[in-house]
C-alpha cells in the first residue's frame, strides 16, 4: 500500500492491487483526503487494466437504488462524468418528491385511465397538454402559487365556459391527487373560481314544424332511422350507434328499446361496451306507434346486429358518422365557405343559400331547411316533449337516462317556467283579489 498523487488537489491511497490475469488487473484508489471545493466529495476510483489498457472507474447508484459503474480512460474525465451523472441522479431524485407540473400531470392522466373511457381519457389528455403543461409544465408542483395557475387560467377564459369548467376541473383533480400523496401541503388552485368562459348558446329544441320539415327532408337518406330514434326514444347518440336488435322488442304488448350498450370511438375505430355514461343510463324505454313501425320496416331487410351499421354490418366509425350526418347538413341553408383552387392557390369564397335553391355542385341536392340540427337536439327535442305534454320530472329523468335530477330539473324549468303562455293561468290563479267585505255582503 503505498501513497501518491493522482489529480490536480487531491491525493489519494493506494489500498489494493488485485491481478485478474495477465492482461487485467484492478487498482482500488482510496477516497479523497483533499479535494477540489467545486468538486466536493468524490468516491473511491479504481484503476482496470483491459487488454493492457487503463481505465478509471467510479461506481455510484442511480435514483433506483442501482449500481452503474462510470469509465474514463482518464482520472479527470472519469470525474467529470461522475459529476454529470451525479446531477441527473440528484434530480431524478428530487423529482420523485418534487415532480415538475407535465410529470406530475402525465402520472395522474396514467391513473385515470383505469376508471374512464379511452375517448374521454383522450379528450383530457389534449386539455390538459395545452392548457396545463404547455403553460406552467416545467415548475416543479411545489412551486406552482395560485397566481400561477389564475395566469394560465386567463388565456381558458377566453373560451367557451364548458371548456372552461374542463379545464378548472383538471387543474383541482390533479393538485389534489398531488396534495393527497404528500407532495404538497396545500392545493394552489382550490380558490380557482370556477365560473368562467364564454357561455355557450344553447340551441333550442326543434318545434312540431321542425320536425315536420326535417323528417320531410330526409326521409329516404341514410340518417333518417338515427334522427327518429333520437325524437321518440330520446336515446344519446353513443347508445343510438351501439344499439343492436337483441335490444329492441318490437312484438310485446308495449314495444321498447332497452338500453344496455353504448358505442365509443376510440383512435377513430367504433367500440361498442355494455359500460354506459353512468347507471342511471342503463334504461328501458318505451317507444310511440311512429317509431315502432319504423323499426319494423328497417328490421325487414337489415341483416346486421346493429340497428345502424355500416356497409359490412358493423357498427359506424367516427368518419362514417359524420358523412351520414352530412346528408342533413348539405340540405341547411346558410353561409357556406366555398374553396376555388387557381394556379395551386386555395382561394376562399363564401356564399349565402337560400331555401329552395340547388346545390351548385349537385343538383339533386336542394337546400330545404332553414335551420341548423345536432344529434343532441333531437335528444333535447324529445325530452321538451316530454315536459310540454304533462311528464312529472321524475319519470322525465328516467326516461332521460340522467342521474342527476338537477339536469333534468333545469330543462323542466327552463322549458316549462320560462314560457308566460304556460305560467299565465297558474299566476291568474294564484293570485285573484280577495273580494271586499261590502261586494261580499251584496253576494
Keep these: 500500500m503505498g501513497a501518491g498523487t493522482c489529480g490536480p488537489g487531491s491525493f489519494y491511497i493506494v489500498e489494493k492491487v488485485t491481478l485478474v490475469g495477465e492482461n487485467d488487473s484492478t487498482i482500488i484508489l482510496g477516497g479523497a483526503v483533499m479535494a477540489n471545493k467545486e468538486q466536493g466529495s468524490i468516491p473511491s476510483r479504481s484503476i482496470h487494466i483491459k487488454k ?146 364564454t357561455p355557450q348558446k344553447e340551441r333550442d329544441a326543434l318545434t312540431d314544424e321542425q320536425v315536420k320539415k326535417l323528417l320531410e327532408t330526409i326521409q329516404d337518406l341514410p340518417p333518417y332511422l338515427f334522427v327518429m330514434i333520437g325524437l321518440y326514444a330520446g336515446l344519446r347518440r353513443e347508445e343510438i350507434l351501439g344499439l343492436k336488435w337483441d335490444c329492441v322488442f318490437l312484438d310485446c304488448e308495449v314495444p321498447y328499446i332497452s338500453v344496455r350498450r353504448a358505442w365509443h370511438g376510440d383512435h377513430g375505430r367504433p367500440d361498442v361496451t355494455t359500460q354506459l355514461k353512468s347507471p342511471a343510463a342503463r334504461r328501458d324505454v318505451p317507444i310511440p306507434q311512429c317509431l315502432t313501425d319504423c323499426l319494423k320496416k328497417e328490421r325487414e331487410h337489415n341483416q346486421s346486429e346493429y340497428v345502424i351499421s355500416n356497409s359490412e354490418g358493423g357498427p359506424l366509425s367516427y368518419a362514417q358518422f359524420s358523412r351520414m350526418w352530412n346528408y342533413i347538413k348539405v340540405r341547411t341553408a346558410g353561409e357556406r365557405t366555398l374553396y376555388k383552387y387557381v394556379n395551386g392557390q386555395a382561394i376562399k369564397k363564401t356564399i349565402k343559400t337560400e331555401v329552395g335553391q340547388k346545390c351548385r355542385n349537385r343538383d339533386s341536392i336542394v337546400y330545404s331547411l332553414d335551420f341548423k340540427v345536432t344529434p343532441h337536439q333531437l335528444r333535447h327535442t324529445y325530452i321538451t316533449n316530454l315536459i310540454y305534454n304533462g311528464v312529472d320530472p321524475k319519470t322525465v329523468q328516467h326516461l332521460a337516462g340522467h342521474e342527476n335530477s338537477k339536469v333534468t330539473m333545469d330543462i323542466y324549468a327552463k322549458t316549462k317556467y320560462n314560457n308566460p303562455n304556460i305560467l299565465s293561468e297558474v299566476v291568474n290563479e294564484a293570485l285573484i283579489v280577495p273580494a271586499s267585505d261590502t261586494e261580499e255582503r251584496t253576494q
Design 52 to 197: 493492457g489498457i487503463p481505465y478509471y472507474r467510479i461506481q455510484t447508484y442511480d435514483a433506483d437504488g442501482k449500481r452503474i459503474d462510470i469509465y474514463a480512460r482518464s482520472e479527470e474525465e472519469v470525474i467529470e462524468k461522475y459529476l454529470r451523472a451525479k446531477k441527473e441522479i440528484d434530480d431524478a431524485r428530487m423529482r420523485r418528491f418534487n415532480p415538475t407540473v407535465k410529470e406530475y400531470s402525465e402520472r395522474w392522466l396514467e391513473m385515470q385511465a383505469a376508471h374512464i373511457q379511452p375517448s374521454t381519457l383522450k379528450g383530457y389528455e389534449r386539455a390538459v397538454k395545452k392548457y396545463i403543461i404547455e403553460p406552467l409544465g416545467q415548475m416543479y408542483m411545489v412551486d406552482v402559487t395560485p397566481d400561477d395557475i389564475k395566469l394560465a387560467m386567463v388565456e381558458v377564459s377566453k373560451k367557451s365556459s364548458s371548456t372552461y369548467g374542463l379545464i378548472n376541473m383538471l387543474f383541482k383533480s390533479i393538485f389534489y391527487s398531488a396534495e393527497y400523496s404528500n407532495l404538497l401541503q396545500q392545493n394552489p388552485a382550490m380558490r380557482i373560481s370556477a365560473k368562467g368562459g
